[in-house]
């Protein structure tokens, strides 16, 4: 019997565990990545409603600090805390989202201290705000 017959003959008699293995492996490889991609996507989602939390939080602080007559340095500084922590909690986001998040601290830096006397710095400080969060909703829309 010649080696080619062999083999053949040895696939034949195999064929069903050579199958089952083959099953085996790419349902293992389907598992680990689907796997993954949900831990992502949970990861995901918790800083997106974290994010939303704080601009919540900062929205709060914005309108206090042009409306209210009771605003404080610390609320300027709690402001700030949130700011760094919407901008630390896109990092483990999306591109998008961070941009948005840089683009929030960049407005709030220019406009913080101009709150508590001009309805203008609220207003720019609250459209970066609802940018943001617009963008993490349309993200976490987009979750599979």
Known sequence: ???????????DRNL???ISLAVAIAALSYN???????EDNRNHRA??????REAAHLQLTVDRATYASNFKDDDAIQGWVR?????????????????????LK???????????????????????????VE???FNLKSLR
Not at 1 to 11: A, D, I, T, Y
Not at 94 to 101: L, N, S
Request: proline letters at 1%; glycine letters at 2%; hydrophobic letters at 40%.
């Open 135 to 137: 963008q993490v909703s």
């Open 83 to 103: 700011v760094n922590l919407i901008v630390s909690l896109s990092k483990t986001t999306t591109k998008e989202i961070k941009e948005k998040a840089l683009a």
């Open 106 to 132: 960049k407005v709030w830096e220019e406009n913080w201290s101009q709150l508590y006397q001009s309805e203008e710095a609220n207003k720019k400080v609250t459209k970066s705000i609802n940018l943001l």
């Open 32 to 38: 680990s990545w689907r796997n993954e991609h949900s």
């Open 16 to 18: 069903l565990a050579v």
């Open 1 to 11: 019997m010649s080696p080619k017959n062999r083999l053949l003959q040895l696939v």
């Open 47 to 52: 800083a997106g409603f974290e994010i939303m």
